[in-house]
T-cell receptor, first 111, second 114 residues
Framework: QKEVEQNSGPLSVPEGAIASLNCTYS??????FFWYRQYSGKSPELIMS????GDKEDGRFTAQLNKASQYVSLLIRDSQPSDSATYLC???????????FGSGTRLQVQP | DAGITQSPRYKITETGRQVTLMCHQT?????MFWYRQDLGHGLRLIYY???????DKGEVPDGYVVSRSKTENFPLTLESATRSQTSVYFC?????????????FGPGTRLTVT
């Protein structure tokens, strides 16, 4: 059973701080990784994808990937109250075009 | 541009009844997926489809049936609903372009089985 693990939180950070969200995965052959944001009562929204080891930056978001450690993270700089949501880590399954999702980390940004 | 839509958005049904959840996408994406989301379990894949008339089981397929006669539609049927199928159901799709596996989600259907 392929697994994607996330701390459920809540992770509470003050406005303007850096929020760090972490994810580990069990499938060593995985090559594609995604971060989705989900507001309460809404559907998941893709915010980042990363395929290579290292960092990938997009605005205030930075995704970090370490395949040797089977670890993916998402950094949110200058956190805003509007960033308060659940963040889902997703990993593409080897052998099929489907994703396995973690259960998500709830982020709370305090004004 | 509607993208991906689901209907109904909310449904209450009784145990034993048949229920069909609809999913429609306007992007001509090849792949479509059905997930359920429950507290403590995150998103779990029920079924997916690579193209019209091609479907495959996901992690939790028992009690569900899918079909895909047209590329744009991917209905999910609960043949005899049970209380354990109370959940939020999301449909998603992705294109064939390159090595991208990015999926895009519909708004969801909240199903309650009484």
């Amino acid at each position: 059973q392929k697994e994607v693990e996330q701390n459920s939180g809540p992770l509470s950070v003050p406005e303007g701080a850096i929020a760090s969200l972490n994810c580990t995965y069990s499938d060593r052959g995985s090559q594609s990784f995604f971060w989705y944001r989900q507001y309460s009562g809404k559907s998941p929204e893709l915010i980042m994808s990363i395929y290579s080891n290292g960092d990938k930056e997009d605005g205030r978001f930075t995704a970090q990937l370490n395949k040797a450690s089977q670890y993916v993270s998402l950094l949110i700089r200058d956190s805003q109250p509007s960033d308060s949501a659940t963040y889902l880590c997703a990993v593409k399954d080897t052998g099929r075009r489907a994703l396995t999702f973690g259960s998500g980390t709830r982020l709370q940004v305090q004004p | 541009d509607a993208g991906i839509t689901q209907s109904p958005r909310y449904k209450i049904t009784e145990t034993g009844r048949q229920v069909t959840l609809m999913c429609h996408q306007t992007w001509s994406h090849s792949y479509m997926f059905w997930y359920r989301q429950d507290l403590g379990h995150g998103l779990r894949l029920i079924y997916y489809s690579a193209a019209a008339d091609i479907t495959d089981k996901g992690e939790v397929p028992d009690g569900y049936v899918v079909s895909r006669s047209k590329t744009e539609n991917f209905p999910l049927t609960l043949e005899s609903a049970t209380r354990s199928q109370t959940s939020v159901y999301f449909c998603a799709s992705k294109g064939m372009a390159g090595a991208s596996y990015e999926q895009y989600f519909g708004p969801g259907t909240r199903l309650t089985v009484t």
